[in-house]
């Protein structure tokens, strides 16, 4: 089966604690994208990786962290310096980000931190 | 910063009737207008785009109409039925540059 993976599903955590959020594809995709979804929101944009070793950020990159030492693969830390970090985190990919291509969603992961 | 504007909200439609949404945008550059569907708990999925060099683009009963000089394009759903219920997201991008979301809408067909 191809396409993106994210785990957990759904991760609590206490305030003051960072938490890693794991993404993997096997699309062979260059780019991937991480999503911070809020209700009415929409989804924005936290960083994204066009290709390995190489991020930028996104609209709402304070307080997040990511690497991508694999092409495979693009954690995200969400540190404790991010405000409001309860939020449906999704993670996508994209043959490339330099062009107008569809990007192919995970299932996300819910996190709530109290 | 670059925005998509969408509306409604939220849209009850009963079955057989068509869903509206509707999205507007500034950037005159953009050029790729895909519409995302997602289900709950789940992530979105492309459903349908175009670009603006046709002014409506058509997929079983799924419809985006395009309004260049306006800056508005739509998505229409026919003959909406209950498993359409699910929210529904426009988006828009420049060559090049990352997409914009709207904000979402949730659409509701009641049988």
């Known amino acids: 089966d191809g396409g993106i993976t994210q785990s957990p599903k759904y991760l609590f955590r206490k305030e003051g604690q960072n938490v890693t959020l794991s993404c993997e594809q096997n699309?062979?995709?260059?780019?991937m994208y991480w999503y911070r979804q809020d209700p009415g929101q929409g989804l924005r944009l936290i960083y994204y990786?066009?290709?390995?070793?190489?991020?930028q950020k996104g609209d709402i990159a304070e307080g997040y962290s990511v690497s991508r030492e694999k092409k495979e693969s693009f954690p995200l830390t969400v540190t404790s310096a991010q405000k409001n970090p309860t939020a449906f985190y999704l993670c996508?990919?994209?043959?490339?980000?330099?062009?107008?291509?569809?990007?192919?969603f995970g299932p996300g992961t819910r996190l709530t931190v109290t | 910063q670059q925005q998509v504007k969408q509306s409604p909200q939220s849209l009850i439609v009963q079955k057989g009737g068509i869903s509206i949404i509707n999205c507007a945008y500034e950037?005159?550059?953009?050029?790729?207008f895909p519409w995302y569907q997602q289900f709950p708990g789940k992530g979105p999925a492309l459903l349908i785009a175009i670009r603006p060099d046709v002014s409506e683009k058509k997929e079983g009963r799924f419809t985006i109409s395009f309004n260049k000089s306006a800056k508005q394009f739509s998505l229409h759903i026919m003959d909406s039925q209950p498993g359409d219920s699910a929210t529904y997201f426009c988006?828009?991008?420049?060559?090049?540059?990352?997409?914009?979301f709207g904000a979402g809408t949730i659409l509701r067909v009641k049988s």
């Open positions: 950037n005159t550059a953009f050029d790729y």
């Open positions: 990786s066009q290709i390995v070793n190489d991020f």
């Open positions: 988006a828009a991008s420049e060559y090049g540059n990352k997409l914009v």
């Open positions: 699309l062979n995709h260059d780019a």
């Open positions: 996508a990919s994209s043959i490339d980000a330099g062009g107008n291509y569809e990007q192919y």
